[in-house]
T-cell receptor, first 115, second 110 residues
Framework: SAVISQKPSRDICQRGTSLTIQCQVD?????MFWYRQQPGQSLTLIAT?????????ESGFVIDKFPISRPNLTFSTLTVSNMSPEDSSIYLC????????????FGPGTRLTVL | QKEVEQDPGPLSVPEGAIVSLNCTYS??????FMWYRQYSRKGPELLMY????GNKEDGRFTAQVDKSSKYISLFIRDSQPSDSATYLC??????????FGAGTTVTVRA
């Protein structure tokens, strides 16, 4: 299995500012994903981040709002830009890997509150 | 229409009871079906996955998929207080994207 850490674990931010969330994996992985889990709702995929290529965004999510970097096979960042209270959510990264190729492992999440 | 529909509950059962969780999905092309368990303030962890139709058993947990009705089920036998968590069903697309249900919060009372 893959061990994933995220930084920060939580943050409280002012509207209009930006926050960069880091995701670190203990092994090299090809595919990484970023999800959002809004209060009382399920996980929604924001984008897929593969090393060496631009991130692929899902409908409703755009690069200007959620720029993503994937500099190597163990690390990725997600930035939440120009934040509003509606961006208050838990942001999770996940990776594809492990014994079962279709298994995804999730990080612990970053709990973001925007005031 | 959401790709995966799940009754969010909550569900409260006494210890030892059978917990039954259900989801429906819309895309008949899906072949992989997952159940994730999420404890409070933690990321989801894969509990079980099933390929195509049929049953899969792992200890006290049984996952069922009926592709003819696009129905996914998870049963927990002899439930324990440690099973108290949110259970999320999910389908996996060919490009490895997960579509999650809303999650059902389960509380097992001692």
């Amino acid at each position: 299995s893959a061990v994933i850490s995220q930084k920060p674990s939580r943050d409280i931010c002012q509207r209009g500012t930006s926050l960069t969330i880091q995701c670190q994996v203990d092994s090299q992985v090809t595919m990484m994903f970023w999800y959002r889990q809004q209060p009382g709702q399920s996980l929604t995929l924001i984008a897929t981040a593969n090393q060496g290529s631009e991130a692929t965004y899902e409908s409703g999510f755009v690069i200007d709002k959620f720029p993503i970097s994937r500099p190597n096979l163990t690390f990725s960042t997600l930035t939440v830009s120009n934040m509003s209270p509606e961006d208050s959510s838990i942001y999770l990264c996940s990776v594809l890997g492990g014994g079962y190729y279709n298994e995804q492992f999730f990080g612990p999440g970053t709990r973001l509150t925007v005031l | 229409q959401k790709e995966v529909e799940q009754d969010p509950g909550p569900l409260s059962v006494p210890e030892g009871a059978i917990v039954s969780l259900n989801c429906t999905y819309s895309n008949s092309a899906f072949q992989y079906f997952m159940w994730y368990r999420q404890y409070s303030r933690k990321g989801p962890e894969l509990l079980m996955y099933t390929y195509s139709s049929g049953n899969k058993e792992d200890g006290r947990f049984t996952a069922q998929v009926d592709k003819s009705s696009k129905y996914i089920s998870l049963f927990i036998r002899d439930s324990q207080p440690s099973d108290s968590a949110t259970y999320l069903c999910a389908t996996l697309s060919n490009d490895y994207k997960l579509s999650f249900g809303a999650g059902t919060t389960v509380t097992v009372r001692a």
